[in-house]
């Protein structure tokens, strides 16, 4: 990552840069962004081509029945509902088990009360998710009906499919939890585990962030939907942020500098004037205070790092620098990242060093996932658990941390940047 060779345009973190050609002037190869942090302007939608796939596999034959429930409400309303949600009528359904199969609407529908979809034993015991995810795409929506229970090699088997297939085209995944009535045997784990009440059920949605929030919207409002039960994993976990950093009020060897006001516009670069006759050392009291989409991760110290990189004035390009800048006491709560930056300065005389500060969600880091996840998730399913364990989902808290570390790894989400300039006269 560069200082140098950025475009100079403004973002979310501040205004447009007005009075970019100035600063270029003052300090070549200094350029600011934050478009990488908020993303593209949404944009209003055209028709919306969406793909629907409906799990096949044993352990959802028990969400049929001859009565009226959530999944038969989900199954005849999903197209109304996608409809009024993406103005579209390019829908396409699916099955998807060891293979994927095209599926006339009326036979999908028919799902809902008939158990015959599942009657395939060949194509219904196994899934063959690389496949079913092969045709996502970040200009289509996605959504696969699910219960995702999976055996841990086969969670993996679908994380990494997840990873491949979406991940790694920029395609963005979201979670939404419902519940059904089920009476049947879940066969994905042996002997056969025979469940009897209300159980979990999921919408697993893939595209872009803002088709994925139209899907959200659309089915959130349903009454078979459990409204708090979302999660979205994207590139982009940050509507906006502003940025204040002012230096500390023992720190004696710096002082705002005049060049601030040619960075006014930009929003998020701080200028400072170092006199070393008042001693190497400078602290300045930042704070991001951001705006977070809905239902994306909770973020804590624990789960978020912070990338610095340093520019000096003779420098061509910036380097990795965590020694001579120094992040005392960090603190994230409430949409607010905060602390001291400590800087050690060598710079030479009428030169500049440059930061630039940039906090990103740490796929090594601490993940921690909504409350929801564990309570719909369990580690023990067998015949013998208790019943409120059977229905649950068997590993979802382990599958689901896993997509979060491997969409982290892909997307390296951003909450916040800012510079820190330091001139010595």
């Not at 289509?140 to 090699?153: C, E, K, P």
């Not at 060093?353 to 090594?364: E, I, R």
């Amino acid at each position: 990552m560069l200082l140098a060779g950025c475009d100079g345009g403004g973002g979310s973190g501040g205004k447009k840069a007005g009075k970019a050609g100035a600063t270029k002037s003052v300090y070549p190869d200094f350029h600011y962004r934050t478009d990488d942090v908020t993303g593209p302007a949404p944009t209003a939608p055209a028709r919306l081509p969406v793909d629907i796939y409906l799990d096949a596999t044993l352990s959802m034959k028990g969400f049929s029945r001859p009565q009226n429930t959530a999944f038969s409400s989900l199954l005849e309303g999903i197209e109304a509902t996608v409809q009024n949600a993406t103005k579209s009528s390019d829908l396409r359904f699916f099955k998807y088990g060891r293979s994927v199969a095209r599926m006339q609407r009326a036979d999908f529908v028919a799902a809902r009360h008939s158990q015959a979809l599942w009657d395939d034993k060949g194509f219904s015991s196994q899934t063959n998710f690389a496949q079913a995810v092969d045709s996502t795409k970040a200009g289509r929506v996605s959504i696969f009906i699910t219960d995702l229970f999976y055996a841990d090699a086969d969670a993996n088997k679908v994380v990494a499919a997840i990873q491949d297939k979406c991940f790694s085209k920029d395609i963005e995944m979201g979670l939404l939890g419902l519940k059904s009535d089920f009476d049947g045997y879940v066969a994905d784990v042996q002997p056969p585990v025979k469940v009897v009440g209300s159980r979990p059920l999921y919408l697993l949605v893939f595209g872009s962030k803002a088709n994925i929030n139209l899907i959200f919207s659309a089915f959130r409002n349903q009454p078979y939907a459990q409204a708090d039960e979302v999660l979205l994993l994207t590139k982009y976990p940050v509507k906006s942020f502003r940025v204040a950093a002012p230096k500390a009020r023992d720190s004696k060897a710096i002082n705002m500098a005049s060049a601030r006001n040619q960075f006014a516009d930009l929003g998020n670069v701080f200028a400072f004037n170092w006199n070393a006759d008042k001693g190497v050392q400078g602290t300045v009291d930042y704070a991001i205070t951001y705006e977070a989409e809905p239902f994306t991760l909770p973020i804590s110290p624990g789960s978020l790092k912070a990338h610095i990189f340093r520019k000096e004035s003779a420098a061509r390009d910036s380097v990795a620098d965590e020694q001579s800048l120094t992040l005392l006491n960090p603190t994230v709560d409430g949409g607010k990242i905060a602390g001291k930056a400590q800087v050690s300065l060598k710079t030479p005389e009428k030169g500049y060093t440059a930061y630039q500060l940039t906090w990103q969600y740490d796929n090594l880091g601490k993940v921690t996932l909504p409350a929801w996840i564990a309570a719909n998730s369990t580690a023990d399913f067998s015949q013998a658990s208790p019943q409120e364990d059977k229905l649950k989902t068997l590993g979802l808290d382990n599958f689901v941390r896993n997509l979060a570390v491997s969409s982290a790894t892909q997307f390296e989400p951003k909450y916040g940047r800012l510079y820190l300039v330091f001139i010595r006269k």
